[in-house]
């Protein structure tokens, strides 16, 4: 079984994750999958840091020199092929959480697969941003609207499809309402149901 699963910030995807995979005993990736394509492609984990999940920039690269139009382009392409090419690899070694990089739509063809999108209401994730990050709560609010707008057009982007909507998942759940364990138990109710 894979389930992936997309994430407002400040939603607790992260953490509904970590815990559904030692709850499940699934392997869980979310940052490792920018681990696992930096150590098979000849791109630095810095790299792969500048453009993950991030909205397609031409400029965005932090070399010394200056990146043109085309390489820009060329190298978002290449870095996103590296990361989806390492999710697939991980999802054939068996059971296991990805947490966004547009797994959902990588692994659309599989038939084991259960897509899940993790939402909160705006003022449960201003609260917990601004304890996560010790910010207040107008940088909160802007830091979640600059990585919700990142990952929405990230998504986008590679997948033509509308990040959050809900006719692209099988399960929505809102975190604010039910917290961390009860989106755990319903992830697991969901794929008990399935069986």
């Not at 994730?125 to 707008?149: C, G, P, S, Y």
């Not at 099988?170 to 755990?184: H, P, Q």
């Amino acid at each position: 079984m894979i389930i992936t699963l997309g994430r407002q910030h400040g939603s607790n995807g992260h953490d509904i994750a970590r815990a559904l995979a030692a709850q499940l005993g699934y392997n869980c990736y979310d940052k490792e999958i920018v681990d696992h394509a930096a150590e098979n492609s000849n791109f630095s984990r810095e790299i792969f840091n500048s453009y993950d999940e991030k909205r397609v920039s031409t400029y965005i690269v932090p070399t010394p020199h200056y990146i043109g139009m085309n390489e820009g382009f060329r190298l978002n392409m290449q870095i996103a092929s590296a990361q989806f090419d390492s999710i697939r690899k991980l999802a054939d070694e068996g059971n296991a959480i990805f947490v966004g990089r547009c797994a959902d739509y990588v692994l659309r063809n599989r038939d084991d697969v259960v897509r899940v999108f993790i939402m909160a209401d705006l003022p449960f994730r201003i609260q917990t941003i601004m304890k996560r990050k010790n910010l207040n709560e107008e940088q909160a609010k802007k830091l979640i609207r600059e990585v919700d707008k990142d990952r929405s057009s990230y998504y986008k982007y590679y997948t033509d499809q509308i990040w959050g909507e809900s006719e692209n998942y099988d399960l929505c759940i809102d975190s604010s309402r039910i917290g961390v364990d009860g989106a755990v138990q319903v992830i697991q109710s969901y794929i008990e149901a399935m069986k």
